[in-house]
């Protein structure tokens, strides 16, 4: 789940099983065999909603493990929090939520547990392979992945019956449709486009073709910085003439305007990820029946290139003094139980990445009644499973910043769009150096 203010496989869950047996009866500790005076306490920050549920569960179904959890803040909030504790060699969690694009910012620093020698590679086969890469280098894995952000379109179905439009399969054909949408009805746009949002903007140009960074945790002194390519310049091209144009609007994501617009009918389409249709039911409700899902349009016919906007993931600090027990939570919390997952996507409307989960009937054919009974994960499923590999920066806190600040003064000052890459890019090759990178173009 992206650290959103608006925010977010398994193959056999018998293998499943048999993995988590395995790893009880191996022994219940990291203390030499030793007996215990009743359950391990490992300590879990995350945000996910609905998580107390969860927690819950699993203290339930669990005898030898106790779960004690704290909301330490969301995104960059829990991050500097983590930040400091891991500089101050005290006061981390045992286990904590991070987000897939802020792992290589941890795994830099050393302190995330390598979970591989405790049992986690036993996943490797349970996951798409994107998936998995963005957790683990070779055998070692810092963190299990959890939940996803494949993107689609969303889009209002009486909008579109209303004004005789069909639904994009390309980015040409959405133009297109845009134009139509205009010159009927001057005041709605075809959707907005949130410059405020790095992972948004990212997941676009992710679909697009672009990879802004070359980065391996085992090269950690080297980095490839490609923010200007000509994939993510052709989408600023694109999104910055859909503005001049007055066919998309420039909300900044996660505002009351924004919310208001999905709800009002002012955008015909939200480009969303997969916990997109459970935002939107939450800030959109008058909208509920009005609404649809259909595959991200294409820059090229009949191909099927897939972006991801947000992602989470469970990692071990080097903090915990069971880092097996605290494996198991990362591994089990949520992993391929359907009851945890229940919760997950009834409550928290979490995208899961264990396949196990995306191929059980439950997740697979849910029906929707925002959308009007449709089955949206038969959408979101197949986006997921396109999708291709993608590495992160070390400092993707500050990448992201650069990211928004440069396309939003564009947009306020009617600059170039891809000429703010540009500016991206020379900023972060500046930073890079003198962080002591050695940088590569």
């Known amino acids: 789940m992206s650290a959103r203010s608006f925010s977010l496989g398994r193959r056999h869950l018998a293998a499943t099983v048999a993995v988590v047996t395995a790893l009880s009866l191996a022994g219940c500790g990291s203390d030499g065999g ?12 995350a945000w996910y909603p609905a998580f107390q549920g969860v927690v819950d569960l699993f203290n339930r179904t669990h005898t030898d493990i106790k779960i004690e959890w704290t909301n330490a803040g969301t995104g960059q909030d829990q991050y500097t929090k ?81 004004y005789g439009l069909t639904v994009p399969t390309t980015w040409t054909e959405f133009r297109e449709q845009a134009e ?76 009351t305007d924004f919310y208001n617009g999905l709800g009002s009918g002012k955008y015909a389409t939200y480009l969303a990820a997969g916990w997109g249709p459970g935002y939107l039911a939450s800030v959109a409700k008058t909208t509920a029946g009005a609404w649809r899902a259909a595959p991200l349009p294409q820059w090229v016919a009949g191909e099927d290139a897939q972006g991801d906007w947000g992602g989470s993931s469970f990692a071990v600090t080097d903090q915990t003094e069971h880092p097996e027990e605290a494996t198991r939570v990362a591994m089990e919390i949520f992993g391929a ?12 409307f979490l995208f899961p990445t264990a396949t196990p989960i995306l191929e059980w009937d439950y997740f697979l054919t849910k029906e929707y009644e925002f959308f009007g009974g449709q ?67």
Do not use: C
């Open 337 to 348: 139980d359907k009851d945890a997952w229940k919760i997950g996507i009834d409550e928290a």
């Open 375 to 441: 089955k949206v994960n038969e959408v979101f499923v197949p986006a997921y499973n396109g999708i291709e590999e993608l590495q992160w920066s070390p400092f993707n806190s500050y990448s992201f910043s650069q990211l928004t600040t440069a396309v939003g003064q564009a947009v306020e000052e009617d600059t170039s769009w891809p000429g703010a890459l540009d500016t991206v890019q020379q900023n972060l090759v500046t930073y890079a150096s003198n962080q002591g990178f050695q940088v590569s173009r």
């Open 34 to 45: 030793e007996e215990r005076d009743g359950p391990v306490t490992i300590t879990v920050w």
């Open 82 to 162: 983590l930040q400091t504790a891991l500089k101050a060699g005290k006061g981390a969690p045992d286990v904590v939520m991070l987000e897939f694009q802020e792992l290589p910012t941890f795994q830099l620093t050393g302190h995330l547990v390598d979970m591989g020698a405790y049992g986690a590679n036993d996943l490797k086969d349970d996951y798409v392979d994107w998936a998995w890469k963005q957790v683990s280098n070779g055998a070692a894995v810092h963190a299990i992945p959890v939940d996803a952000g494949p993107m689609a379109m969303l889009y209002r179905q009486d909008i579109f019956e209303q």
């Open 180 to 255: 139509k949408l205009k010159a009927a009805a001057p005041d709605r746009y075809m959707t907005d486009f949130g410059a405020n949002d790095g992972g948004f903007m990212t997941g676009l140009m992710w679909q697009a073709g672009a990879r802004p960074f070359g980065y391996d945790v085992a090269d950690p002194q080297h980095i490839d910085v490609n923010v200007n390519s000509e994939p993510a310049k052709k989408v600023m091209s694109y999104w910055e003439d859909m503005v001049d144009a007055g066919l998309a609007d420039t909300t900044a994501y996660g505002t």
